[in-house]
């Protein structure tokens, strides 16, 4: 079945509230009247609300990077799920290989996130992805494997109607090392057996997003396999026309 091409941008710790408006502002320009891919941009909580008022009415959508699993109490420095909904945030991103490998995450606590972010209204990218000595070990299949199925337990089919996957191998974050179209389809393609194994035909719609050094150069080619349906981008997503090149090549 045919999905809706999806391009998400992973601004991490970057850009203030005026940066990062002056980025959508320019992302707006560059992007009007694209309505065969769904966009979104991920900006820092203190952020998320002036950029989500400056793209109201427009064709970009706002996720946020993080979210806690209660909805509120003693949890200092963290955001609920009710939270961003008010903002309002459409999207969260869970379980990014930064918040595992420098905030003790793990396939539990993303589990609970996305669980908590469904059942606010919001609408998950859950992330999965190996480290390079996995890959080199060929623990691959075994360790995203492990993070799906662990990270998606206890989900409806319906939840996953809401969800997106992101596989970002973490040896491809930020080093210039991307993925050849062949081994991320691979791993898509696997992600996707999973999620028909746990979830049934509801598997054939959920949008798999590949990510790690993604750039316009790269967009149609990593898109072209089978299973891939997107890219959640990191640097590129900080210039608007790098980004909206990336948006551009993902319509097929």
């Known amino acids: 079945m045919a999905r809706t091409p999806f391009i998400a941008g992973n601004w991490k710790m970057n850009k203030t509230v005026a940066e990062g408006l002056e980025l959508v502002r320019e992302l707006k320009q560059a992007v009007a009247g694209i309505n ?32 806690h699993w209660e909805a509120n109490g003693a949890y200092t420095g963290e955001i609920s799920a009710g939270m961003l909904k008010e903002i309002p945030v459409e999207y969260v991103i869970i379980g990014h290989s930064e918040r595992r490998q420098y905030f003790g995450e793990t396939d539990e606590t993303v589990n609970k996130r996305t669980k908590a972010a469904l059942a606010a209204g919001l609408k998950p990218i859950v992330c999965v992805g190996e480290l390079l000595e996995e890959r080199e070990s060929g623990k691959t299949d075994e360790v995203v494997g492990q993070q ?78 089978a299973d891939i349906d997107g890219a959640l981008v990191g640097g590129a997503s900080l210039k608007a026309a790098d980004f909206a090149g990336i948006i551009t090549n993902a319509r097929g």
Do not use: C
Not at 53 to 66: D, R
């Open 148 to 225: 799906t199925r662990q990270g998606l337990a206890g989900l409806s089919a319906a939840d996953m109607e809401n969800t997106v996957v992101a596989y970002e191998p973490v040896w491809a974050i930020g080093t210039g090392l991307t993925a050849s179209p062949q081994q991320a389809q691979d791993v898509h393609a696997m992600i996707r057996a999973i999620l028909r194994e746990m979830f049934g035909q509801v598997a054939d719609s959920v949008r798999i997003l590949y990510g790690g050094s993604v750039k316009a150069a790269n967009t149609a080619e990593l898109m072209a396999g």
């Open 36 to 67: 065969d891919v769904d966009i979104v941009v991920g900006p820092t909580f203190t952020t998320l609300a002036a950029v989500a008022e400056e793209v109201k009415g427009s064709n970009i959508s706002v996720s946020a990077q993080n979210v």
